[in-house]
């Protein structure tokens, strides 16, 4: 067998599921560990549901999370002439056959399969059937003549020897009646002319790769490997559908889940090294093997995502978390402006405490970002008279000082506290309330220190409490 080559291939009928990312995840970092080649194919024959803004969709999510193919996009749709030609050589060498059942005949096979509570299987009609026979007023679809006597054994990389009687397998259409390919036929040719060494995707396609293996036998072609991934289901044990909610990467993102510590999850779901729980990029293509894929389904756990995320906002550098705030920022919140930049940094530390998703840090730092802060009414009611007096005199205690730090702030607090006979909270919750709009949030001296003697002096005269 040549270089490994892997292929995601997806249909741009609607937003990448999260199944399909973990897919395209195991692809690329099996082919990234063989020192071989990722490579991406647009499935888009199905012209009616196939959009554009859905295969845009496909490309940022796999570029967010990380993944890049290799060479240019291979488009199905472009290739269709190539899917007709093997149909007409398999119908050619006697592997394949033209059938006449009209669509009111394969009507009635399948209503008597479901009266005997069976699955339906066509039951070739035409499979033999002379050219003299054949009716004048249809269009015939043609089927792949599948096999019918004895066994045929998948050797599957994730879930060893699957067998299967070759009578199950129906003789499936390979060209519609309208001449259009089918998928079995299409997928097969395009990872032939591919060059696919591994077919690794979710074990849905087991019964797709019996009928695709029989098309690489007919025509003489070498058969790739095939590896079957569970499905992920939701946490009640349910397929995870494109309903679900969290079905997309743009459900986590806009959350403020990090690409970093999804690709992580994605990586650890239904797959194991070791005990080892958080990989870098370059571990997880070091340690990636087929041989660690479970053989059951994995349950998609929102909690266990947001855990992970949690501690990559503990562990990564605080630049890097920085750069992912202001991007997540600019796409879903507000942008932050360059001079803002600075403070947020400086505070990163605090503003990240307790957050498990950068929407967190974005809901702490608000009032370091949002030019206007709003105030909550029920908080407001806290600013009584007693209240606006510390808050006036606070403001006149510290109009003197050069710059504010903790050690200058912490007497003129414990002063006011004694002076009005409260306590912290007295004396914390209405400055933290004119400051930020909320009596919620980062620590009092935190707010005042990342805010700056200016900001705060500006925010002190608010003619909120004249």
Not at 173 to 193: E, F, K
Not at 252 to 274: E, T
Request: contains cysteine; proline residues 3%; aromatic residues 8%.
């Amino acid at each position: 067998m040549s270089k490994v080559a892997t292929r995601f291939a997806p249909s741009p009928t609607g937003a990448l599921h999260i199944g399909g990312v973990r897919t395209a995840l195991f692809n690329w970092l099996y082919s990234k560990n063989q020192k071989g080649t990722f490579h991406l194919r647009i499935e888009d024959t199905d012209k009616e549901r196939s959009k554009d803004e859905y295969k845009i969709q496909i490309l940022n999510s796999l570029k967010w999370i990380g993944i890049e193919h290799d060479g240019d996009e291979y488009i199905q749709s472009a290739k269709v002439n190539d899917h007709i030609k093997v149909a007409n050589e398999l119908l050619k060498n006697g592997n394949a056959y033209k059938c006449y059942c009209s669509s009111e005949e394969i009507e009635e096979q399948k209503k008597r399969a479901r009266q005997k509570k069976l699955p339906y299987i066509y039951n070739r009609k035409w499979r033999d059937k002379d050219e003299k026979d054949i009716p004048k007023d249809i269009k015939p679809v043609i089927r792949f003549k599948s096999k019918i006597e004895g066994n045929s054994v998948l050797k599957d990389l994730v879930q060893g020897n699957v067998e299967i009687e070759n009578n199950t397998i129906e003789d499936f259409i390979i060209l519609r009646n309208d001449g259009t390919p089918t998928y079995n036929l299409s997928a097969t040719v395009d990872d032939h002319q591919m060059g696919m060494t591994h077919i690794i995707r979710g074990d849905d396609h087991k019964i797709n790769t019996f009928k695709q293996i029989q098309i690489y036998l007919a025509m003489d072609w070498e058969v790739p490997n095939f590896a079957h991934i569970p499905l992920i289901h939701t946490i009640e044990g349910k397929k995870l559908s494109k309903r679900d909610n969290a079905s997309t990467l743009d459900d986590y993102s806009k959350i403020g889940v990090m690409p970093d510590a999804l690709r992580n999850y994605l990586l650890r779901l239904g797959w194991s090294y070791q005990d080892k729980e958080i990989f870098t990029l370059d571990e997880s293509i070091k340690y990636f093997n087929l041989e660690g894929i479970g053989k059951s389904p994995s349950k998609l756990d929102m909690s266990r995502i947001l855990s992970m995320n949690e501690h990559y906002i503990k562990t990564i550098d605080e630049k890097e978390l920085c750069k992912n705030l202001i991007e997540y920022c600019e796409i879903y919140k507000e942008k932050i402006k360059p001079e803002k930049e600075e403070k947020i940094k400086n505070s990163l530390s605090f503003l990240k405490n307790k957050a498990k998703t950068l929407e967190d840090i974005f809901n702490n730092a608000k009032y370091i970002i949002l030019e206007e802060i709003s105030f909550n009414q029920d908080d407001l009611k806290l600013i009584d008279d007693k209240a606006k007096k510390i808050i006036q005199e606070f403001k006149t205690n510290i109009s003197s000082l050069d710059s504010l730090n903790r050690e200058i702030l912490e007497p003129i607090i414990n002063n006011l506290i004694k002076k009005h006979e409260t306590n912290f909270k007295g004396v914390g919750q209405p400055l933290r309330v004119i400051l930020t709009g909320s009596k919620f949030g980062p620590g009092l001296y935190d707010i005042l220190i990342s805010l700056g003697k200016e900001e705060v002096n500006k925010r002190l005269g608010n003619e909120i409490i004249r």
